[in-house]
Structure formats: structure tokens, C-alpha cells
């Protein structure tokens, strides 16, 4: 049974920075893409990151790029994502998920991807 569990979530202050963390188990970790997507209330759930399965390639939405780094450590089975320089429009639920073949941000859906964590709330105040 696959479980991404994420954790780091919580209320933080604009500029201020958080790291999130999403544990695998079930899985090869290894041989899976991972991704980080975000939704807000009443908004739709949209890709934020993404990472091969090396960590060799990485891509971000424009929204977050030069704010957000995505990294994984595969011996680990854990993929994170640090937020820096935070804006009260980064506040959504952020959720984990993976899939067997890297794709750029742009060019994904959620429906693509095959596993998903339970989410953690991410709140930025101004």
C-alpha cells in the first residue's frame, strides 16, 4: 500500500520561509517523479514542483520560481519542498503526490499523477 505523508505545513508570516516534507512508503521511491501541488479554496489544485526520480531535473510553476526548491533524498523515500520569501497567495493546502514519468509543471495534470499524500495546510498572513 503506497502512503505519501507530508509534513511542515503551518501559519507563518509573509517572508518568512517553511519546509515541507512528504515521506513514501509502498513504493520504489527511486524510480517515481515526484511533485508538489498546491490548492485554495475555491481555486483548483495546480503543480508547483516537480522533480525526476534522480533529482537531476526540476521544474517550478512561474508563481514560485526563485522562491521554492524542490529536492529529494532517495535514501530517504522523502521528496521537500523549501518555501522562502512567502506570500499570503502561497496560502493552499500543499499535497505530494507521484508518478512513474517526469513531467514539467506546465505540461501536467493532477489526473496524471498516480499517488497522493492527505495534504498540509499552509497559511500565510500578511
Known amino acids: 500500500q503506497v502512503q505519501l505523508v507530508e509534513s511542515g505545513g503551518g501559519l507563518v508570516q509573509a517572508g518568512d520561509s517553511l519546509r515541507l516534507s512528504c515521506a513514501a512508503s509502498?513504493?520504489?521511491?527511486?524510480?517515481?517523479?515526484m511533485g508538489w501541488f498546491r490548492q485554495a479554496p475555491g481555486k483548483e489544485r495546480e503543480s508547483v514542483a516537480a522533480v525526476s526520480w534522480s533529482g537531476s531535473s526540476t521544474d517550478y510553476a512561474d508563481s514560485v520560481k526563485g522562491r521554492f526548491t524542490i529536492s529529494r533524498d532517495n535514501a530517504k523515500n522523502t521528496v521537500y519542498l523549501q518555501m522562502n520569501s512567502l506570500k499570503p497567495e502561497d496560502t493552499a493546502v500543499y499535497y505530494c503526490?507521484?508518478?512513474?514519468?517526469?513531467?514539467?509543471?506546465?505540461?501536467?495534470?493532477?489526473?496524471?499523477?498516480?499517488?497522493w499524500g492527505q495534504g498540509t495546510q499552509v497559511t500565510v498572513s500578511s
Open positions: 503526490a507521484a508518478r512513474r514519468n517526469y513531467s514539467n509543471v506546465k505540461t501536467t495534470l493532477p489526473r496524471d499523477w498516480l499517488h
Open positions: 509502498g513504493l520504489t521511491f527511486s524510480r517515481y517523479a
